[in-house]
């Protein structure tokens, strides 16, 4: 079982920065495929950026150049660094991890173990 706590989360104005953090459990974390989702109301949970085992990433379109993922193994955590953030931005963000040591992964459901989330509103 994987714990995920994320924090980092609140208020930025348009154009401004904003650093997610997310403390995972377990003594295996190196081996972990992690990524960043984010939901805003009414919508589908979307992929925002994964980093895997071996450091490689992934983003999504919207958000690249704009966002780094990056992991720190040694404190079994995961970042996500938000720069240049836009007001679609605005969503409730979720670690979560996959302990299967296979591809990056885009989905939800390949994703097994999820935090509580941290919401980030970003003001025009």
């Known amino acids: 079982q994987v714990q995920l706590v994320e924090s980092g989360g609140g208020l930025v104005q348009a154009g401004g920065s904003l650093r997610l953090s997310c403390s995972a459990s377990?003594?295996?974390?190196?081996?972990?495929?992690m990524g960043w989702f984010r939901q805003a109301p009414g919508k589908e949970r979307e992929f925002v950026a994964a980093?895997?085992?071996?450091?490689?990433?992934y983003y999504q379109d919207s958000v690249k150049g704009r966002f780094t993922i990056s992991r720190d193994n040694a404190l079994n955590t995961v970042y996500l660094q938000m720069n240049s953030v836009k007001p679609e931005d605005t969503a409730d963000y979720y670690c979560?991890?996959?302990?299967?040591?296979?591809?990056?992964?885009?989905?939800?459901?390949?994703?097994?173990?999820w935090g509580q989330g941290t919401q980030v509103t970003v003001s025009s």
């Open positions: 377990g003594r295996t974390f190196s081996t972990y495929n």
């Open positions: 979560a991890a996959d302990t299967r040591r296979g591809r990056l992964g885009a989905v939800p459901s390949e994703y097994a173990f």
């Open positions: 980093i895997g085992w071996s450091r490689s990433t």
